[in-house]
């Protein structure tokens, strides 16, 4: 599959998805958003791909929608925009049965900060911010920002980032909640690589339906909880994976899932 702006690698069983319009700090036009969704849905079909990295090339992960691409100022379509391009990516990004890895290396600004909030885990360089910046051009936040945020660091929080529109480093960002682990840059490949391993060789099955169960939770009464559990719990229960384990279990050694 042939990419202009985004680079499509694959190692063993991980994809990294490179965003790379470097020149613009990885700011998004339409080709690369559509670039994205290609990629997803190639994700989504391959059996052999069981985690995924997004990052961006260069000093920045994302500086947001590119305001030169998006063309005259009184003449944006903005819910064409979001409808066709970003929602359907973040969407994808979620109902994606795999885990995605953000590896924050640098400026995650606007709908970059959304992108990135869409992901599963985000492993952040010390160096690299966040920040909800929609505010500073008189934008309410869009694709998915309004959902991630508050259920990252609550309503009050919320509030305060996507009305001030503050760069949130990654430090800050881990004592918030809005990303897992930030390190020293130097340390930002070892760190998300110990991510990747776990997560090649883990149930991907399993933590498929565990992404798909978090998501459903927070929209859901206890009854419908507990209801999704004992469903899911039998897809679990269907897999190979799960044969395995209990295998691996009865004679003492570590299980070799296969992600099926």
């Known amino acids: 599959m042939e990419f202009q702006y985004i680079t499509y690698h694959q190692t063993n069983a991980c994809v990294t998805l490179t965003l790379n319009r470097t020149e613009v700090f990885n700011a998004f036009n339409a080709e ?20 995924v990295v997004l990052t961006g090339e260069g000093k920045a992960f994302s500086a947001g929608q590119d305001l030169k691409a998006a063309g005259d100022p009184d003449k944006i379509n903005f819910n064409q925009i979001i409808t066709e391009r970003y929602n ?3 969407k994808a990004m979620r109902n994606l049965p795999k885990p995605i890895i953000c590896r924050l290396n640098g400026v995650a600004a606007g709908a970059g900060c959304s992108l990135a909030l869409a ?3 985000i492993i952040a360089a010390e ?64 760190t998300v690589a110990k991510y990747v391993a776990y997560y090649e ?17 927070s929209t859901s009464t206890l009854e ?37």
């Open 127 to 190: 160096e690299a911010y966040l920040a909800e910046i929609f505010i500073n051009i008189a934008l309410v936040m869009d694709a998915g920002s309004t959902y991630f945020l508050p259920r990252q660091v609550g309503s009050l929080k919320a509030f305060e980032l996507a009305t001030m529109g503050p760069k949130v480093t990654g430090k800050e960002a881990e004592s918030l909640g809005l990303v897992n682990k930030a390190v020293p840059m130097e340390q930002l490949d070892e």
């Open 88 to 90: 359907p990516l973040i």
């Open 201 to 217: 060789t883990a149930p991907t099955k399993a933590v498929g339906l565990i992404k798909k169960m978090l998501q459903k939770s």
């Open 119 to 121: 992901c599963d885990l």
């Open 32 to 51: 690369i958003l559509f670039e994205l969704q290609r990629a997803f849905k190639q994700i989504a079909s391959d059996e052999s791909v069981r985690v």
């Open 224 to 260: 419908e909880v507990l209801a999704y559990e004992a469903l899911c719990q039998q897809t679990a229960g269907q897999t190979s994976d799960f044969r395995e384990g209990v295998r691996a279990f009865l004679e003492k050694r570590k299980p070799s899932f296969q992600g099926k």
